[in-house]
């Protein structure tokens, strides 16, 4: 007589599948936070990244142009009613950033798209799309030049590696959200309650100032952060 051997299909038992779950849900539980600190540093080092192919670009500027930097807004007198005309940075940088950074054979997104990759912080991509043209998440530092000046000499700055020349810009508020300048007051905190900073030597940094998170408390309590950052060089 043949006799036929049949496999045990045991079943899971009820213990054993509840094990598994939350095995899974123990690795789940540690690796979002690792991959959501990951996710910042690379947002942080995007920003950081760009701040200096931007200083790059003002470097070329204040070459072409006797040594002085852009305008820090779009304005077209001075504080003190003396006309400007000199341009506005955040356009002035543009065809730098085309002839020096921006790859001539991609052809996938328009020059334009290209630009903001470069002239925003990652964190733009969470703007909604009908309020990016008037949103810039980096801004310059508006107390560069005050009073009858329209625009700064680079080499007039006597502490370059403390002086602020960029930073991570608010853009919790609609007004603020839209300038090319701003002051401590307009810092936001974004990277790790930590905002970039670019100096005028044309190094960037990480700043944490307080206990801004960058959403809806915004801004620095005041201006030196206590590690003795400028921002009125005067």
């Known amino acids: ?60 500027y204040t070459i072409e142009n006797d040594g002085y930097l852009p305008l820090e807004d779009n304005s077209a007198t001075s504080d003190s009613g003396a006309t400007c005309s000199s341009e506005v940075w955040f356009k002035a940088v543009d065809r730098y950033i085309i002839t020096d950074i921006l790859p001539e054979n991609q052809t996938e997104i ?6 903001i990759l470069i002239k925003q912080d990652p964190v733009i991509n969470t703007v909604a799309q009908d309020r990016k043209d008037n949103t810039k998440t980096i801004k310059m530092n508006t107390q560069l030049a005050q009073g009858s000046i329209c625009s700064r000499m680079i080499d007039s700055i006597k502490f370059p590696s403390r002086t602020v020349l960029l930073f991570d810009g608010r853009i919790n508020n609609t007004t603020v959200a839209s300038k090319y300048d701003g ?11 930590g905002a970039n900073i670019l100096f005028i030597d044309g190094h960037v940094e990480r700043v944490q100032n307080g206990d801004s998170d960058g ?20």
């Open 215 to 234: 959403t809806a408390n915004e801004g620095w309590p005041n201006g030196h952060a206590d590690q003795g950052i400028i921002w009125d060089p005067d």
């Open 1 to 60: 007589m043949v006799e036929f051997c049949t496999k045990n299909n045991r079943a899971f038992t009820l213990i054993e599948v509840l094990l598994v779950v939350f095995i899974v849900f123990t690795i789940i539980g540690i690796a979002f936070p690792v991959l959501s600190t990951i996710r910042e540093r690379s947002k942080q080092a995007v920003c950081m990244s760009n701040m200096g192919q931007i200083f790059k670009c003002f470097v070329q």
């Open 183 to 193: 002051s401590y007051g307009s810092v936001a905190q974004r990277h790790s309650r």
């Open 110 to 115: 328009s020059t334009k798209e290209k630009l």
